[in-house]
């Protein structure tokens, strides 16, 4: 006689494609905590939904405790075959809506952090744009590192991504959007803040503390990082900032993004003229992917926003 390992349904309902829904933001939040944010659900509904879906499966899918979290090998063949069944679910829609030209879905977005204070709000205009003629659409946005938003869109995770142009990947479509600016800054808390800056040397500032980004450079920012005593390092512009501010650490960020402390003297560019550095950012999507009408509609709003 054999023996029926799992127990799910000939038909999966709403319910089932919730549980996997939470399943998979789980997996990629690397815990229960980190998914509490991005479900917007409590821990303990989140823990209820995963024991749920091992007892439908008769699977141990993930270690959960005081060791941490971890995804066990039936858990990462769950997870794999999840990616399937939701990007199904996803092209059907995608299909449905090329043949009956009415918008709804989804619209998942990757952005680089502190894109929003960019005064051309290419993003934020597009979006706007694609709301309008799609009121139904649901837009998904993910606050994520560059890697990781190459990554999911390559695999289908993201149907766009926002990143800086550090390497160009053979599967992946550029669209060129922005050219950012970044400067050295001190806080008003800082011993330079009150020196003349328009020129100094790179003896005397190395003498100084200086944060730098921990994640992927251009070779033209490595060569402005080297210069400085990097005593700190930080995974985003929001925690360099914060560094910034303590008036222990100086610091290159992007004009856009410093302008807020800037115009309150909070904060002074250290020899703007010399010391500077531009990073291009570009619109990504997957040479792979299948047509999807709502990224289509969106790209082409976005495309607009280039070309005013």
Same mark, same amino acid.
């Given at each position: 006689?054999?023996?029926?390992?799992?127990?799910?349904?000939?038909?999966?309902?709403?319910?089932?494609?919730?549980?996997?829904?939470?399943?998979?933001?789980?997996?990629?939040?690397?815990?229960?905590?980190?998914?509490?944010?991005?479900?917007?659900?409590?821990?303990?509904?989140?823990?209820?939904?995963?024991?749920?879906?091992?007892?439908?499966?008769?699977?141990? &899918?993930?270690?959960? #405790?005081?060791?941490? /979290?971890?995804?066990?090998?039936?858990?990462?063949?769950?997870?794999?075959?999840?990616?399937?069944?939701?990007?199904?679910?996803?092209? /059907?829609?995608?299909?449905?809506?090329?043949?009956?030209?009415?918008?709804?879905?989804?619209?998942?977005?990757?952005?680089?952090?502190?894109?929003?204070?960019?005064?051309?709000?290419?993003?934020?205009?597009?979006?706007?744009?694609? @709301?309008?003629?799609?009121?139904?659409?649901?837009?998904?946005?993910?606050?994520?590192?560059?890697?990781?938003?190459?990554?999911?869109?390559?695999?289908? @995770?993201?149907?766009?991504?926002?990143?800086?142009? &550090?390497?160009?990947?053979?599967?992946?479509?550029?669209?060129?959007?922005?050219?950012?600016?970044?400067?050295?800054?001190?806080?008003?808390?800082?011993? =330079?803040?009150?020196?003349?800056?328009?020129?100094?040397?790179?003896?005397? &500032?190395? %003498?100084?503390?200086?944060?730098?980004?921990?994640?992927?450079?251009?070779?033209?920012?490595?060569? %402005? %990082?080297?210069?400085?005593?990097?005593?700190?390092?930080?995974?985003?512009?929001?925690?360099?900032?914060?560094?910034?501010?303590? #008036?222990?650490?100086?610091? /290159? =960020?992007?004009?856009?993004?410093?302008?807020?402390?800037?115009?309150?003297?909070?904060?002074?560019?250290?020899?703007?003229?010399?010391?500077?550095?531009?990073?291009? /950012?570009?619109?990504?999507?997957?040479?792979?992917?299948?047509?999807?009408?709502?990224?289509?509609?969106?790209?082409?709003?976005? @495309?607009?926003?280039?070309?005013?």
């Amino acid at each position: 006689m054999k023996n029926n390992k799992t127990l799910l349904p000939r038909q999966l309902g709403d319910a089932h494609i919730r549980l996997l829904r939470i399943f998979k933001v789980v997996i990629e939040s690397g815990g229960f905590a980190a998914a509490e944010v991005d479900l917007n659900i409590s821990r303990p509904a989140i823990s209820l939904a995963i024991s749920e879906l091992e007892s439908l499966l008769k699977m141990k &899918l993930c270690h959960r #405790g005081r060791s941490g /979290f971890s995804i066990t090998e039936q858990g990462e063949e769950v997870y794999q075959s999840t990616l399937e069944l939701l990007g199904s679910i996803e092209n /059907f829609r995608a299909q449905m809506n090329a043949i009956n030209t009415d918008l709804v879905g989804e619209l998942n977005i990757g952005i680089t952090d502190n894109l929003v204070t960019i005064e051309q709000m290419r993003i934020t205009r597009s979006l706007s744009a694609l @709301k309008h003629q799609a009121p139904d659409v649901v837009i998904n946005i993910r606050m994520i590192p560059p890697n990781d938003i190459e990554s999911a869109v390559l695999n289908g @995770k993201l149907h766009i991504g926002v990143v800086p142009e &550090l390497r160009t990947l053979p599967g992946l479509n550029y669209m060129h959007l922005y050219k950012e600016q970044s400067l050295l800054y001190c806080s008003d808390q800082h011993p =330079l803040f009150q020196q003349e800056l328009d020129a100094i040397s790179d003896e005397a &500032l190395i %003498q100084y503390d200086a944060v730098v980004p921990s994640y992927p450079q251009s070779s033209e920012i490595k060569q %402005q %990082q080297k210069k400085l005593n990097a005593t700190a390092t930080s995974t985003d512009r929001e925690g360099i900032a914060f560094l910034i501010l303590t #008036g222990r650490f100086i610091g /290159f =960020l992007p004009t856009h993004f410093a302008s807020r402390w800037h115009t309150q003297d909070k904060m002074r560019t250290i020899e703007a003229h010399n010391r500077m550095f531009h990073t291009n /950012f570009s619109a990504i999507t997957s040479k792979g992917a299948r047509s999807h009408l709502i990224l289509d509609t969106y790209m082409e709003e976005l @495309k607009k926003t280039v070309e005013q």
